[in-house]
């Protein structure tokens, strides 16, 4: 009787290990968020800079993607200050078809809370623009405000702001041509005065 108890404990444990390796592996090599997480370990992507990472044969500027980088965060740290936000954010620039389906997206941004909060931003080639790459990093920011761990609260109301001036402070980082009538100071009062008109 013990011996058969015993076998039977054995098989459910080894089945258990077996399904949590299944899962695994599974969540890492055909899920789009666990390939994401999986990048900075796959032979597949080379780092070409902090949390940046392409493919490995990738056809386009690794140089001119630092440019496109560069100009992007000094957009979006004009309207939201320090950028926090790019210590857990991995960028992922793809230009093989079959690479962008694994990571389910060709201009999007994924975010996982656990086991650490990061992004992750997947861009293909075709949208590896300045605009594109400011708007994606907008998600990330707003995902740290929203879920920082310090304060547990969304920053920005805190200024006292309505939420129409709440909301155009996000829109404004990825529109800047339509908002170029903007001064630096305070944003509130550029903005109303700006949409008096």
């Known amino acids: 009787m013990k011996a058969k108890k015993k076998k039977c404990t054995q098989f459910v444990f080894f089945s258990l290990i077996l399904l949590i390796i299944a899962a695994a592996v599974w969540f890492f090599q055909f899920n789009p968020t666990g390939y994401r997480m999986s990048v900075p370990y796959r032979s597949s992507f080379e780092k070409i800079s902090d949390n940046v990472y392409v493919n490995k044969y990738y056809a386009g500027n690794r140089d001119e993607i630092a440019d496109l980088m560069e100009d992007a965060k000094t957009r979006d740290a004009f309207f939201f200050g320090s950028l926090t936000c790019l210590d857990h954010t991995v960028i992922i620039i793809c230009d093989e078809e079959k690479l962008l389906a694994k990571l389910g997206g060709d201009h999007d941004t994924q975010t996982v809370l656990f086991p650490v ?81």
């Open 117 to 197: 909060k990061k992004s992750y931003i997947s861009i293909s080639t075709e949208y590896l623009n300045v605009d594109v790459l400011a708007h994606e990093l907008t998600h990330s920011i707003i995902t740290d405000t929203i879920f920082n761990e310090k304060e547990r609260c969304l920053q920005c109301r805190r200024l006292n702001a309505p939420t129409a001036v709440r909301s155009f402070r996000w829109m404004k980082a990825d529109t800047p041509r339509l908002f170029s009538r903007l001064e630096t100071g305070n944003s509130r009062r550029n903005w109303i005065d700006v949409s008096r008109n």
